[in-house]
């Protein structure tokens, strides 16, 4: 098993930090990929040159001062970081920014990371003059109502939350909002969302092949993120969460002659009637597809379907007046 499998990304990352701060000259490439945990020594030159070169630009966002040091000839000689510069920066956050990360902090109530969260609140306060935040950012009630918390039961956020960074295809056992039954879901994910409180999940569920939403809390047991890669990709804004469930319906849909292809080619598209068609597809994606096609096209029933439909127009409509 080669090094960077035993290590997370996170490990590997604060590992390389403390190998460039600790080094009294330049660090190569060699020696980073061969000493430095996380990284997998025998691994292609072009595989390693991939993986140091998105860890580089990951920790300089984080404003962590790696520089590349070249020799007369500007050839590359390694890199270090300035210790003297990156312990001598001021850590200072005005009141929007204290209170974005009070509630950043308490999103994570009752949850794996209460305690880490309130630890790195209480340091931020420790170096952070008194009079930009006054009472302590824990004890201040959140501006907002609507935040969604993180509950021991949605645990699965975080290996969720690392696979739609790292673009992995994830696994996990699923129950059916009105079910028993649990069923096992391959999805590359795309967005994780706060809706009113709970937390959704949206992705492509690879063995229907269609765009879903989870709501998270119904994952059972655990979140497997597999080595396979996803499509970077963001939700649809029609897939964020309205009623937070990923049921199929079953739609009549009126398309007249030569009109709605995408439609006619659905996977269940069968014939009910002259110009009649019958399509199950989840709430969201149903929507989505009559929203883009020709305004003939229209959903004849269920009623809360032709009411959504309905409604969705007039906020375009209104929207665009």
């Known amino acids: 098993m080669s090094a960077s499998t035993t290590v997370t990304r996170t ?12 080094a009294r000259s330049p660090v190569s490439r060699r020696v980073i990929q061969e000493g430095v945990a996380g990284y997998d020594p025998t691994a292609s030159a072009s595989a390693f040159e991939r993986m140091f070169e998105r ?3 990951e920790l300089r966002a984080m404003g962590i001062p790696i520089e590349t040091i070249t020799d007369a000839h500007g050839e590359v000689q390694g890199y270090l970081i300035d210790s003297t510069e990156y312990g ?8 929007e920014e204290l209170a974005a990360l009070n509630l950043a902090a308490l999103v994570w109530d009752d949850a794996v990371l209460e305690s880490t969260a309130i630890t790195a609140i209480r340091k931020i306060e420790s170096i952070t003059p008194a009079s930009s935040h006054g009472d302590s950012l824990l004890d201040t009630p959140a501006t907002s109502t609507t935040f969604g918390h993180v509950s021991a039961q949605e645990a699965a956020l975080l290996p969720l939350m690392r ?3 790292d673009h992995r295809v994830v696994r996990f056992d699923y129950r059916k909002p009105g079910s028993s039954e649990v069923e096992k879901r391959s999805v590359e994910p795309w967005s994780l ?9 949206t992705g492509l569920d690879l063995e229907r092949n269609s765009e879903r939403l989870f709501r998270v809390s119904r994952i059972q047991g655990g979140v497997t993120v597999t080595a396979t890669a996803a499509s970077e990709r963001t939700a649809d804004p029609a897939i964020v969460p309205e009623a937070g469930t ?9 398309i007249p002659e030569g009109l709605g292809a995408e ?7 069968t014939a009910a009637g002259a110009d009649t068609f019958s399509i199950s597809e989840s ?3 149903i929507l989505e597809l009559l929203w883009r096609a020709d305004p003939a096209v229209r959903p004849l029933g269920p009623d809360e379907i032709v009411d959504a439909f309905e409604s969705g127009l007039s906020d375009v409509e209104t929207a665009h007046r």
Do not use: M, P
């Open 163 to 165: 696979a739609v960074r």
């Open 193 to 201: 969302y706060s809706h009113q409180g709970r937390w959704y999940l």
């Open 246 to 254: 990923d049921d199929d319906v079953t739609v009549l849909v009126h």
């Open 263 to 269: 439609l006619r080619r659905h996977r269940t598209c």
């Open 283 to 285: 709430r969201h994606r």
């Open 88 to 95: 001598a920066r001021e850590l200072s956050f005005d009141g």
């Open 55 to 57: 860890d580089k630009d």
């Open 11 to 22: 490990e590997r990352l604060l590992n390389l930090v403390i190998a460039l701060l600790a």
